[in-house]
């Protein structure tokens, strides 16, 4: 597991993980955005959810292994809640439980133009791992990831 959650991390007697991060997600593939408070999680899940995907979790998110894949979903004290600095607690649809397809590491070095392909072990299980970029078209490249996956 990444050092960026060891710190800040919860297992329960189940052997589900509590993390402090974000997920969005659709056609049946999640994100999980993770990152250090006000680095913009939940202002990459707006943006996310703004272009069609639909809220998982915000700020703290549940995380457990199924076979071979990785769940997450919201805790039910604040499942279908999202932060908007500014605005307030915004309400939005709960997406439920969804296999994560990707980890958005926002705390990491930005990327290269065109990045090697990254992986990041969870409770046994490799995920891709992107780096957040400050381009003005990263909410819609990881829309279309998350979509279609990625070429190269």
Not at 34 to 43: C, F, L, P, T
């Amino acid at each position: 597991m990444s050092s960026a959650f060891r710190s800040d991390v919860v297992t329960d007697t189940n052997g589900v993980v509590t993390l402090h991060a974000t997920a969005v997600a659709i056609g049946g593939h999640a994100a999980l955005i993770r990152g250090a408070s006000g680095r913009g999680k939940s202002g990459l899940a707006l943006q996310l959810i703004g272009l069609g995907c639909a809220l998982v979790s915000d700020d703290r998110t549940l995380l457990w292994r199924e076979a071979d894949r990785l769940l997450v979903d919201a805790p039910a004290a604040i499942r279908g809640r999202i932060e908007a600095r500014g605005v307030g607690i915004l309400n939005a649809p709960a997406a439920g439980p969804h296999p994560v397809a990707l980890v958005i590491d926002m705390d990491a070095p930005r990327p290269a133009r065109l990045p090697e392909p990254e992986q990041e072990a969870y409770l046994g299980v490799s995920v891709p791992l992107v780096r957040a970029s400050a381009a003005a078209h990263f909410p819609a490249a990881i829309y279309l990831y998350l979509l279609h996956g990625r070429f190269a």
